[in-house]
């Protein structure tokens, strides 16, 4: 009886993965056509396993203590899951535009969520390989979903080889981890690395293991997959890459660091500073040439986790609560921004050209204005969403004496608002281009909710605030 009741606390990824199968099945018998039905089935099972993650409590491990479930844990995974099924439900018209959704796609989206949850319950070096495996095999094949597209295939291999090599880093880390404390455990981990002798081996692990953590957070230099990604896969599986998978990524490197190197905290804090300054950096400067919105936001989502990082390099529960404050505004932003992209559709055909946003105030008022408050958002201005995100790393930041960090994230903020601004100038001040297809109601949806959630945040954030503390503080 004990082991069911171990069984059950891994239920909501077991739900996913088994969901998964029975949904291949079920298209590989009833044919082609049953894409948008295995879609809804899928959207369903996201539902469901959230409904599990949200009813639980307390903290418990199973699977010999490599799984772990507490309220961080769980925040996360309903972050994702609703990245997830939000991203899945925004694809259904533009698959319809392209010629019928196949049914692997959805399949593969349950697959990567399931990776996805195993990555933020993982407790053990070889449970957080198993998940990022898992999480990343789903993601390499729907990056190539659109297999008579060239752009599509190309960034479907370059995050495969990228993505290979950084597989091999991690665990190239994770072996010598293991070899210098003779454990996987993270709490095994943690309770052999000693402050005073850090095992200069146990360092180098350490550095390989935040190498392959990079590369999934695509923090600077471990970036260069992802604007070719964002822009050579279709647009609703770039939707999907900026929402889920980034915010399962931060969520790890954030319970391995402060769960199974507490210790060395001064030590993984320099590499972390270093990233975080080095993605916000490249995230102001490179996006201002781009005139493909894809590849903007990809350089844009590049700067937004080096704003996260500023929280974790804090190290304190309050840094990690901004972390988690971070990713959940940022998802809203993304998600709503996305809907937008999706939307930019003329005579049958999807347009990634900033410049076609042109007038777009005068041609779609509503549209123009959500957008707008997202990108303000997005830069950071007050009192929209986006101001709170960074503000609370920011604050984490200076009380734990990293001024220095603090104001060059403030700075790099001035200059990344550029490329936002940009746009909305565009929209607002020049010569109207011809007017967009009307915009779908799932699209619609999207935007209206993450539109009103960004412009109204200020006014009630005390929930999000509460459940944040709560949850870092189960970490520690």
Request: aromatic share 12%; glycine share 10%.
């Amino acid at each position: 009886m004990a082991q069911a009741a171990n069984f059950a606390i891994a239920l909501p990824e077991m739900i996913l993965a088994c969901g998964a199968m029975a949904l291949l099945m079920l298209g590989v018998f009833t044919g082609k056509s049953r894409g948008e039905l295995v879609l809804w089935l899928a959207v369903l099972l996201l539902a469901i396993a959230g409904f599990f993650v949200v009813t639980g409590s307390g903290t418990a491990t199973t699977f010999s203590d490599s799984f772990i479930v507490d309220p961080f844990a769980r925040l996360l995974k309903l972050l994702t899951l609703i990245g997830a099924a939000v991203a899945l439900l925004m694809s259904t018209d533009y698959w319809r535009e392209e010629g019928g959704l196949k049914f692997e796609y959805p399949v593969l989206v349950l697959f990567a969520a399931s990776g996805m949850m195993m990555m933020i319950s993982a407790n053990d070096l070889i449970a957080l390989y198993v998940g990022l495996e898992l999480q990343s095999l789903s993601l390499y094949v729907v990056a190539a979903f659109k297999r008579d597209s060239a752009r599509s295939a190309e960034a479907g291999l370059k995050y495969f080889v990228l993505g290979a090599l950084s597989s091999g880093m991690l665990l190239y880390g994770a072996s010598l981890v293991y070899g210098f404390t003779g454990s996987t455990s993270f709490a095994a981990i943690a309770a052999a690395v000693q402050p005073s002798g850090a095992n200069l081996g146990l360092i180098f692990g350490l550095v390989f293991l935040m190498a392959g953590f990079a590369f999934k957070i695509s923090a600077v230099p471990f970036h260069m997959w992802t604007p070719d990604v964002y822009e050579g896969a279709p647009t609703p599986v770039t939707a999907f890459f900026a929402a889920a998978p980034k915010l399962a990524a931060m969520a790890l490197t954030v319970r391995v660091l402060v769960t199974a190197f507490p210790a060395v905290t001064v030590e993984w804090r320099q590499i972390v500073v270093f990233l975080a300054i080095a993605s916000m950096a490249l995230g102001a400067f490179a996006a201002i040439g781009q005139t493909n919105i894809k590849r903007l936001m990809a350089y844009s989502s590049i700067g937004h986790m080096g704003y996260a990082l500023i929280g974790l390099a804090a190290g304190s529960p309050e840094g990690v609560a901004g972390v988690i404050i971070y990713l959940a505004i940022y998802l809203a932003m993304t998600l709503g921004t996305f809907a937008c992209i999706l939307a930019m559709r003329r005579g049958g055909r999807m347009t990634e050209d900033i410049d076609s946003l042109s007038g777009l105030s005068r041609t779609n008022p509503a549209m123009a204005f959500l957008l707008a408050m997202l990108l303000f958002s997005l830069a950071g201005i007050p009192p929209l969403a986006g101001f709170f995100a960074k503000f609370y790393v920011f604050l984490a930041a200076i009380h734990a004496g990293l001024y220095a960090l603090a104001v060059i994230g403030v700075l790099l903020s001035v200059v990344g608002a550029y490329y936002y601004l940009r746009i909305v100038k565009i929209m607002y001040f020049d010569a109207p281009a011809e007017r967009f297809e009307p915009m779908p109601a799932t699209l619609a949806t999207v935007l209206g909710i993450s539109g009103v959630f960004v412009l109204f945040y200020f006014a009630y954030p005390a929930p999000l605030v509460e459940v944040a503390g709560f949850a870092a503080k189960s970490l520690f």
